[in-house]
């Protein structure tokens, strides 16, 4: 069955623009206009009004249109259902796990998870795509990845299906050699990480801005990076005391260092597992998904 103008009208919709929708499609402008075109003469109704000259979404759907952008995404997803179960029948997982995130959140995957997995499921190929939210977003709409990680509070639910959430809290990695070597790790409180040199990621200025709970001009701040793995190379060196956000099973895959939970800074932080709304996930990422919520 070919579904393939269903498919990009879902995409223009959710892009909102014919030119992007079709840059993602990986075809020309004029070839999406005329599946568009094709459509309303096959069910005799407009199914979007293009307003000309405006920035940013210049789509909108007329009544036939939300109809039929909802009935178009019911039918892709049972078409994706049925090959995923039809494909399901050979009991051995294959195939190509496609992963957008940013490299702070990649990192630990690739570290605690994939290995193991692949481990399990020796015939699954890996593609991890790392960028920002922008990009993730990006990923997911156009095919590239089927599951996107990222801040909860960043997520558009319109667009995107949440798989799972978890927690992630502010942390303080400091090298144990280096840093209060005399004192047990229940001794030092934030008042004394306050007072040393620190490395933020971008992470967790947005935690401490949130929280109000201190002013950033009063910390003694050496470097502000945009991942946490920057932030926690600083740390690893013996210069700065890192303060990262992180889930309570990530693992410092650095010897001499240590971590203390900020439990002052706790909050509604949470990462999310996510998909395009109405997809239906490959054998290989349900798979997935259900091998990592076995360890949350």
Not at 46 to 75: D, P
Not at 141 to 155: C, D, F, K, R, Y
Request: hydrophobic share 40%; net charge neutral.
């Amino acid at each position: 069955m070919d579904t393939s103008y269903y498919h990009n009208f879902i995409t223009l919709v959710q892009t909102g623009n014919m030119t992007q929708a079709a840059e993602i499609l990986h075809i020309t402008q004029p070839a999406l206009s005329k599946q568009l075109k094709y459509l309303e003469a096959e069910f005799g109704s407009q199914l979007i009004n293009i307003k000309r000259g405006q920035r940013g979404s210049n789509l909108q759907l007329t009544e036939a249109g939300k109809i039929f952008y909802e009935k178009a995404q019911q039918l892709c997803s049972i078409e994706e259902s049925t090959y995923n179960a039809v494909k399901q029948l050979n009991s051995r997982i294959e195939g190509t796990l496609r992963i957008a995130s940013s490299a702070s959140r990649s990192t630990p995957i690739v570290q605690q998870y994939l290995p193991a997995f692949s481990i399990k499921h020796p015939s699954v190929r890996f593609e991890i795509y790392e960028g920002l939210m922008t990009n993730v977003v990006s990923q997911l709409i156009n095919g590239s990845a089927e599951i996107g990680i990222a801040n909860l509070q960043m997520v558009d639910t319109d667009k995107f299906e949440i798989l799972l959430t978890q927690e992630e809290h502010l942390y303080a990695l400091y090298r144990r050699d280096v840093f209060w070597t005399d004192r047990e790790i229940d001794t030092i409180s934030w008042e004394d990480i306050r007072q040393c040199p620190l490395s933020l990621s971008g992470g967790s200025v947005r935690m401490i801005v949130q929280t109000s709970l201190t002013n950033m001009e009063r910390l003694n701040t050496i470097a502000i990076t945009t991942t946490k793995s920057s932030a926690i190379e600083w740390a690893s060196s013996g210069r700065t005391v890192a303060l990262v956000p992180m889930d309570q099973k990530e693992m410092v895959n650095h010897r001499k260092m240590m971590r203390i939970k900020l439990s002052e800074f706790s909050g509604d932080f949470k990462k999310a597992f996510i998909t395009l709304k109405g997809h239906s996930l490959s054998p290989v990422a349900q798979q997935f998904v259900d091998f990592y919520k076995a360890f949350i």
